[in-house]
């Protein structure tokens, strides 16, 4: 998500017009990662790589592929990467061929490997995770209020494969994702929040805070409330769960990965750098939920 779409469109419309760049804080113009092979920039600081997306994408009429359990990121220059937490990799899939001129700004991904992909502009569309390829939607943005928004995808009820998508913007909201009608839920306490689900529990994190809070899906109450280092308001941020821990992606140039831990009240940056900025992430109802052994 982008707290603020306007400070970023420079480098959308450099990505729009000039078929892929991203300017750095001293104005330099550097290529973006345009093709997934080994040619991609890897990220420095402590972990982190880059990956071709060389193995083989999962059945898309399958719940619970095998790369649907694993975190999806999406950047500031369209491209759509895989993110592997144990590694610390990134693997590119490709660039979002939505017909939009707007930026990018959040993303969801549910169990059949279909992200969730939301514009600055309000437009939503369905994105293939094993192809990066894009359909329109007939989402209408405004609805309740809702013109941009964070989302995550939560489990209807523990071990269900029925899941929900929520959203989080002039408050928290439900969508229907076949008929595209948005259900009110309640207000939140946290101002402008992303969202993630772990298994049927849906968390929101407030990067000008820092907190992660734990939602009752029906009002929108905190039922839980943590308290992460991963703090900066000017950024874009983005947030996703696996494997019991927070993954949280923060930057204004390149993104910054914190991992929280709930279970010990620690977090810890993974990747000082990532080489990418980060607007989007996500991580299906069929990632884990507990640390992998």
């Known amino acids: 998500m982008l707290t603020s779409p306007s400070r970023f469109a420079a480098a959308s419309l450099c990505v729009a017009i000039a078929g892929g760049c991203a300017q750095g804080e001293d104005g330099a113009t550097r290529p973006s990662f345009a093709e997934p092979d080994a040619s991609a920039p890897a990220p420095s600081g402590p972990g982190g790589a880059f990956g071709d997306s060389g193995t083989a994408p999962p059945d898309a009429n399958i719940e619970c592929a095998e790369e649907t359990k694993q975190v999806y990121v999406l950047a500031t220059d369209k491209a759509l990467y895989r993110f592997d937490p144990q590694p610390l990799k990134f693997t590119r899939v ?154 949280i992606f923060t930057g204004t140039d390149n993104s910054i990965v914190t991992q929280y831990s709930p279970a010990t009240d620690t977090s810890k940056v993974v990747v000082q750098n990532a080489g990418i900025l980060i607007v989007g992430a996500g991580s299906s109802t069929c990632a884990p939920t507990t640390p992998p052994r």
């Not at 660039?95 to 279909?114: E, H, I, K, Q, Y």
């Not at 402008?192 to 000008?208: P, Q, Y």
């Open 94 to 247: 490709g660039t979002l061929n939505c017909p939009a001129t707007a930026g990018t700004f959040s993303m969801a991904v549910d169990r059949r490997g279909t992200a969730w992909v939301e514009y600055t502009d309000g437009n939503l569309f369905e994105v293939d995770t094993r192809t990066a390829k894009c359909k329109p939607t007939a989402f209408k943005a405004g609805q309740t209020g809702f013109e941009t928004f964070g989302m995550g995808f939560a489990s209807d009820a523990e071990g269900s494969s029925a899941e929900t998508l929520f959203m989080a913007g002039a408050g928290l909201a439900s969508l229907d994702t076949k008929t595209f009608a948005v259900t009110y839920r309640g207000s939140l306490a946290l101002g402008r929040t992303e969202l993630t689900g772990r298994g049927a529990e849906l968390f929101a994190f407030s990067v000008s805070s820092g907190t992660v809070a734990n939602l009752d899906k029906a009002t929108a109450a905190t039922i839980k409330s943590y308290r992460t280092t991963a703090i900066d308001p000017a950024s874009a941020f983005a947030f996703a769960h696996w494997g019991g821990d927070f993954w």
